[in-house]
């Protein structure tokens, strides 16, 4: 792949190894899933084939790079294998890092083989680019918490066996008033229900009616949650980049085919220079794209803190490009592209979100804006 040439070949054997994983066994696994719905078997085959191990490793923190890798791989073949990894780890990472070592030793093992499902609940009605706003309440209760308030649009519920939870301890705090928690399903006093998305994305609506969580389920310190919730997504936000982009390459591999077999006014639609130029502007942004993340998470595994500045380039502008590259495919392939069950109409429903979660675009340039103007002030 002359995309891949800056990487080492053990990196370019794993997205290639993602990606043929996606392709022959991964992608019939989820074509028998439900939309919205956590796909069981799906989650077991990552952790089968020892995917989600490299997610949430039983030893050290996990690489940005290879969890980019994965991630692009995956949804170049398969778009819910894809969305089932990085929700897993998502879910999973602020356990794995900030647990007490027996609350570790019961999820863990569990979530890194797929045989339980993890979720990330930090977003809610009235706080979601501004999640430090959040205001589902834990309130001291002997020697735990309770916890009640609402959770909205959490991948992975309302299914999901265990939910990193991030709540309010200190009234008007903000960012400093938030403790982190590993909640289970079973809890009792939580309920939700699966909300139906244009993508296929497991996702929902939580209820917590005075859930006693003792201290022991607690994520790092009192307080400190917010900052839990930010290391965890600092690692991830380049990866979401990578999703975009394994959607962009798929995208303009099946134009370029396209263009070239299909013919219209007596040649293929590649000798149209409006048709080939554009695929030649799409090629260009896809791989400026590729560059631009595998930096954000080379940054990140070099230790380079803070990286907020090129995650937040390398997620802006690799969701924004899929979102041109999967158009621009569409635009190519005519109506076909739109039928229903077509790769393309697939990628189209599937493309959107990742510019609106884990920071919208515009949430994105305000962080690049604001380390511009850094020094200046
Ligand atoms: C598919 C999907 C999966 C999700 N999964 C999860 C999950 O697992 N866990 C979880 O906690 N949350 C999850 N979310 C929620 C997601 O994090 C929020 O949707 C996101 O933070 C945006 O919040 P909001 O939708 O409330 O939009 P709002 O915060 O209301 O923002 C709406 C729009 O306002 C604009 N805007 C907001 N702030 C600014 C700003 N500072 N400057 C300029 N413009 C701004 C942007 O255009 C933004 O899109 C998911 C969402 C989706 C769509």
């Not at 819910?80 to 356990?95: C, H, K, M």
């Not at 917590?208 to 310190?221: K, T």
């Not at 230790?303 to 380039?313: E, F, I, K």
């Not at 109506?335 to 609106?356: D, N, Q, S």
Request: net charge negative.
């Amino acid at each position: 792949m002359a995309e891949s040439s800056h990487l080492s070949e053990a990196q370019r054997e794993l997205i290639e190894r993602a990606r043929e994983l996606g392709h022959d066994v991964l992608g019939p696994l989820a074509e028998k899933g439900q939309p919205g719905r956590i796909n069981r078997p799906l989650v077991r085959a990552l952790g089968d084939r020892g995917l989600l191990e490299r997610v949430l490793p039983s030893e050290g923190a996990g690489s940005a790079v290879e969890l980019c890798l994965l991630r692009e791989g995956l949804a170049h073949g398969c778009t819910e294998a894809e969305t089932a990894l990085a929700l897993q780890g998502l879910g999973g990472y602020p356990i794995l890092r900030s647990a007490r070592p027996e609350i570790r030793e019961a999820w863990i093992p569990r979530l890194a083989a797929g045989e339980a499902v993890a979720a990330f609940a930090l977003s809610e009605p009235e706080a979601g680019s501004d999640a430090a706003a959040l205001a589902l309440r834990a309130d001291v209760d002997g020697d735990g918490f309770r916890l009640t308030g609402t959770k909205m649009w959490i991948s992975n519920a309302p299914e999901a066996d265990v939910y990193t939870v991030f709540a309010r301890t200190t009234e008007g705090a903000g960012a400093r008033g938030v403790t982190a928690f590993a909640v289970p399903r079973e809890s009792e006093g939580v309920s939700g229900e699966a909300l139906a998305l244009l993508s296929p994305h497991p996702i929902g609506r939580l209820e917590f009616d005075g859930v006693f969580v003792g201290a022991e389920q607690m994520l790092g310190e009192v307080d400190k949650g917010f900052g839990v919730a930010m290391e965890t997504l600092d690692l991830f936000r380049p990866s979401v980049g990578a999703f975009a982009v394994g959607m962009a390459q798929a995208a303009l591999e099946a134009a370029v085919s396209h263009a070239a077999r299909r013919e219209a006014f007596g040649r293929p639609l590649s000798e149209f220079q409006a048709v080939a130029h554009q695929l030649a502007e799409v090629a260009t942004r896809v791989q400026a794209a590729r560059l631009l993340v595998h930096h954000a998470a080379a940054a990140y595994d070099a230790g380079v803190r803070p990286v907020r500045q090129a995650s937040a380039m390398a997620k802006l502008f690799a969701t924004e490009t899929a979102q041109h590259a999967v158009d621009v495919a569409i635009q190519v392939h005519g109506a076909r592209a739109l039928e229903k069950g077509h790769l393309l109409e697939h990628l189209y429903r599937e493309v959107r979100a990742p510019r609106i979660y884990e920071g919208a675009s515009e949430v994105q340039r305000e962080i690049i804006a604001r380390e511009l103007f850094r020094e200046t002030v």
